[in-house]
């Protein structure tokens, strides 16, 4: 195993010589290096590898947290899930998913830019005929936002952080 993770690829949302988004890239490094040990680890145990899909779903995260988006997107990799995007904001979300046309979005409920029944709806009408399947997440214990959700037409009402199980099953039901 190596001690440094390095990487070469960027994501469309990124801005290059922007010194916040730097810092805050450096702030997710080390808990990045730290997950993919773990998951490292966990395989060379032996333990539950993720499930492998035979279609391969493309899969929108949107969430205002970096850290979070970051993590859900590193889970779902590891749940053998490899065409994700992720979108920092809802106007990003809407920018990105022109072109990506996910099958499956998981939308923060409390986005900052845009609010996410509007995206929601936004997002369905950019995928016109294909399905598009919407996953609202978010960390408020509120018990209102499950209604909300579901009156916005999201299938899923998920509390973060998801569990690894959780997700895969979920994603499992929806191939």
């Known amino acids: 195993m190596q001690d440094a993770l390095t990487s ?74 490899p065409e994700t995007c992720v979108a920092y904001s809802g106007h990003a979300a809407l920018a990105l998913a022109a072109e990506f046309r996910p099958d499956v979005a998981f939308l923060e409920m409390e986005l900052i830019d845009i609010g996410s029944n509007e995206l929601a709806q936004r997002l369905r009408e950019r995928a016109q005929l294909q399905p598009l399947r919407l996953i609202a997440m978010t960390s408020s214990r509120r018990h209102d936002g499950r209604e909300v959700a579901r009156n916005a037409g999201f299938e899923q009402y998920l509390l973060k952080p998801v569990a690894p199980p959780e997700l895969s099953k979920l994603l499992a039901a929806q191939t």
């Open 8 to 81: 070469t690829w960027r994501r469309k949302t990124d801005i290059s010589g922007d010194p916040e988004v730097e810092r805050a890239e450096r702030a997710v490094e080390p808990a990045m290096r730290m997950s993919a040990r773990k998951l490292e680890a966990r395989a060379a145990e032996g333990g539950g590898r993720g499930h492998v899909s035979l279609e391969v779903l493309k899969i929108l995260v949107v969430d205002n947290d970096m850290r979070a988006a970051d993590a859900l997107e590193l889970m779902l990799h590891a749940a053998g899930y």
